[in-house]
């Protein structure tokens, strides 16, 4: 339970030969059920403003026109025309604690593979890629783009990016302000990380859901959440390299360890809820297509109700 373990340079290729990988053993088995229904999964994304007209039951709320509605003293909304293609833009936080598994696969793996499969799927379907990484600060802004090649571009950057050279406090706020200047056009926006970061960040991701269809893709670890007994162990803070000798044989602490982190995911909860963004949890013990799916599953029941389909 140390700091996280030295990342090697990949090699030239290495991107290229995750991305087929995960081509074969996690798209193909959500091909079929994704593709071609982008438009009601994600609605937000990729609309420009067509007309106002008077808010009715079951309308997002979120496209109320607040200064016509002043001057009519009726709630107007704002109607979309769907374009053709979506910019969809991956914010990836690569910061110390991402680097952390306690078993085979760590955060940074399934973060690494989530963004490369999201990214080639909707890059299939004509759309735009554009990324925002974040380590010790905002590292690269990658514009949006089309094709094949802007994903292995981004994969490329985050298989090969060297791990921190020094202990450094992860600034969400940084990384979601960037991002807001960065995107032109309203957008589809994945912010994958594990929300372990200096408070603020909360009303900037709401600043973010109001103007971008913004999912949360939050990376969990079992160990995070509950301590197993192991004796006399070192946990050190990836972020500050602050190191702790704790006993986890004693029943006492692994309970206090317990509620804290039940409180911390209580917290999160609040915040997400508050900023109006739907959470998608990826944790490293879990199947990465299965996630995904069960995420699709929900938002396709949550449309449905929107739209006043059977409850």
Do not use: C
Request: no cysteine.
């Amino acid at each position: 339970m140390g700091g996280p373990a030295p990342r090697p340079a990949a090699p030239r290729g290495e991107a290229e030969a995750i991305l087929r990988r995960l081509e074969w053993t996690v798209m193909r088995r959500l091909d079929g059920q994704l593709q071609g229904d982008y438009r009601t999964l994600f609605r937000g994304a990729g609309m420009d403003l067509a007309d106002l007209r008077e808010y009715q039951h079951h309308d997002d709320v979120r496209h109320i026109d607040w200064n016509v509605t002043a001057r009519l003293d009726t709630p107007y909304v704002r109607q979309f025309i769907e374009s053709r293609e979506i910019d969809a833009w991956f914010l990836v936080d690569l910061s110390a604690s991402i680097d952390f598994g306690s078993g085979p696969t760590s955060k940074l793996a399934v973060a690494r593979d989530f963004t490369a499969v999201l990214a080639r799927l909707l890059a299939r379907q004509g759309n735009r890629i554009g990324a925002v990484l974040y380590g010790a600060g905002v590292e690269a802004v990658l514009p949006a783009r089309g094709g094949r090649q802007q994903v292995l571009a981004l994969l490329h950057r985050i298989a090969t990016r060297p791990p921190p050279s020094r202990p450094h406090p992860t600034d969400l706020a940084e990384l979601l302000g960037r991002a807001a200047d960065a995107m032109r056009r309203r957008s589809l926006v994945f912010v994958v990380s594990d929300f372990q970061s200096l408070p603020g960040w909360e009303a900037a991701l709401g600043r973010l859901s109001i103007r971008h269809e913004t999912v949360a893709v939050r990376l969990v670890d079992p160990l995070e959440r509950e301590l197993p007994d192991l004796g006399i162990v070192t946990i050190q803070d990836a972020e500050t390299g602050e190191q702790l000798l704790v006993d986890t044989h004693d029943r006492g602490f692994r309970m206090r360890f317990a509620e804290a982190a039940a409180r911390r995911e209580a917290a999160l909860e609040e915040a997400f809820a508050r900023a109006g963004t739907d959470v998608l949890e990826l944790a490293t013990d879990d199947d990465l297509a299965g996630s995904v799916l069960r995420f699709v599953r929900l938002r396709r029941l949550r449309n449905r109700l929107a739209a006043g389909g059977a409850r």
